[in-house]
């Protein structure tokens, strides 16, 4: 499936074109990517009583010491808010809309899997080409290696292990990858979904050698820039690290507090720019990703793209998995009311981002639950709540025949 560069075409109505315009083009120094939508958030703390309670109450008990959210809801932004200071500490700083936080795992579908769709738009992508055809250094002795495909990678069937500590035996990106590639299967392919780091990890390496380009670079030209997503990067700048939320007093591998670095130690020896984690981002810019996904990925992909990526697979039995993104299960992190169509994905340092198509919804929650030391699962608890609460608070979605095409 090759479209060249052919301008992506969209089924959104003239009016949500022209929302998106405005949105990609607001001012720079207003609210990132929303200054024409201000109006819509005015109330927010009144509509959304019930979930700023929620965050309220989460940071009184120590669930996470800030948030930042962001909501849009049939194109236009609802709420736009940050709570909380950087730390549990009463002299911490504040946080802002524009604080930027450690996505941890949303890194896998605000840059990875939009790199694969990207790709697979173009025809460079072929999902049923064995991982092995593109790094060799994947094949070992095992049988069942060549049977894993750039698809089971994306769909998290290809039978690697959810997590290995690959960091304790590697001193660079070099010898980590080679961990990588040697990381014996837990299972056999496509037999059964286990969320893998370790497959997220070889498939960002599959990805930069299709596109002879790291995700860093492709990511900032075909995705964060046209999408004028300014605060989103790997590896923030040294002079943004005191404004960015500390993720983890790391007591044991790099004894240090982690603050404008990556958290997770195998993306931290990879360089800071992974397949599964390290993006940096304001809950603002994951909105405007969003909300590009909520219009058929205009201007960066075309409908059926998003459409096809972000539909559960088939297979293997049971999996809640698409391509790349997740879909909600029962009981979900996602909460009770999110669509059947609906996707998202979470991230380890109580990060969220779900899209719900048939309300044109996005939320965006953004949080450093992992500080100080990862131990908090509280988070866990408070995630199904919030998007709940939200949901609560929205009017009723209309009928399928009467919503905008």
């Known amino acids: 499936m090759s479209h060249g560069n052919q301008p ?14 405005l949105l990609l083009t607001a001012a720079p ?7 024409f939508l201000v109006r819509s958030i005015e109330a927010q703390h009144e509509r959304f009583s019930e979930a700023f309670s929620i965050l309220s109450r989460a940071i009184e008990a120590r669930a996470f010491p800030a948030c930042s959210i962001a909501i849009t809801h049939r194109g236009e932004l609802v709420a736009h808010d940050a709570l909380g200071h950087f730390t549990y500490e009463s002299d911490s700083p504040k946080v802002t809309t524009t604080t930027i936080f450690d996505v941890a ?42 049977e894993i495909t750039l698809r089971m990678l994306l769909a998290h069937s290809s039978g690697l292990p959810a997590y290995e500590k690959l960091f304790l035996r590697a001193q660079n990106r070099t010898e980590l990858l ?68 500390p993720a983890a007093n790391d007591c044991t591998f790099r004894k240090r507090i982690i603050q404008g670095e990556v958290q997770d130690e195998n993306a931290s020896v990879l360089g800071g720019v992974a397949g599964h984690a390290g993006l940096f981002s304001t809950a603002g810019d994951v909105a405007i990703f969003a909300y590009s996904m909520l219009n058929g990925g205009y201007p960066i992909l075309r409908p ?31 909460g009770k009311y999110f669509g059947p169509r609906s996707f998202g994905h ?60």
């Open 8 to 21: 992506p075409q969209t089924n959104a109505s003239d009016a949500r074109r022209a929302k998106l315009s």
């Open 29 to 35: 120094n207003s609210r990132p990517g929303f200054s």
């Open 178 to 245: 080679r961990q990588a590639f040697l990381t014996e299967l837990a299972n056999a392919p496509a037999t059964q979904a286990e969320y893998s780091d370790v497959g997220f990890i070889i498939l960002g390496v599959a990805l930069e050698r299709l596109a002879d380009e790291a995700i860093d670079s492709f990511c900032q030209r075909e995705v964060f820039g046209p999408l004028a997503m300014a605060q989103t990067t790997f590896n923030p700048a040294k002079t943004l690290r005191d404004s960015i939320p």
């Open 105 to 146: 795992s949303v890194t896998k579908v605000v840059a990875t899997t939009a790199m694969a769709m990207i790709l697979y738009e173009r025809g460079v992508l072929d999902l049923e080409t064995p991982v092995t055809a593109i790094v060799p250094e994947f094949a070992s002795d095992d049988p069942r290696r060549p």
């Open 304 to 334: 059926e793209t998003v459409s096809f990526f972000t539909r559960r697979e088939s297979a293997p039995e049971g999996t809640s998995r698409a391509l790349g993104w997740d879909t909600p299960s029962s009981p979900s992190q996602s």
């Open 346 to 405: 979470l991230g380890y340092t109580g990060t969220s981002l779900w899209i719900d198509p048939d309300r044109q919804l996005s939320i965006t929650l953004l949080t450093n639950r992992t500080w100080p030391d990862c131990q908090n699962q509280a988070i866990k608890k408070v995630r199904p709540a919030f998007h709940d609460a939200v949901i609560g608070a929205l009017p009723a979605t209309p009928p399928a025949s009467e919503q905008e095409p």
